[in-house]
């Protein structure tokens, strides 16, 4: 998806879980997830920078998300 305001987002939908992940205008990156089961547990992070450890941060955050 590409906003008015330039921002890019992605998303992924499967049976056990949804993500959401947007390019901000700043150059950082924001994610939502929601893995959904018995115990339906969501989580929201923003503001992650490539340039400081972004990347070992998007790893650890959707870690979770990879095994459902």
Not at 43 to 63: A, H, M, R, S, T
Request: avoid cysteine.
């Amino acid at each position: 998806m590409l906003s008015a305001s330039g921002e890019i987002g992605f998303y992924w939908n499967t049976e056990g879980a949804f993500v959401d992940a947007m390019i901000e205008e700043d150059n950082t990156i924001s994610l939502f997830s929601k893995i959904r089961g018995d115990q339906t547990e969501e989580k929201y992070i923003e503001g992650l920078d490539f340039e400081n450890n972004g990347i070992e941060v998007i790893n650890e955050y959707l870690g979770a998300v990879r095994k459902v």
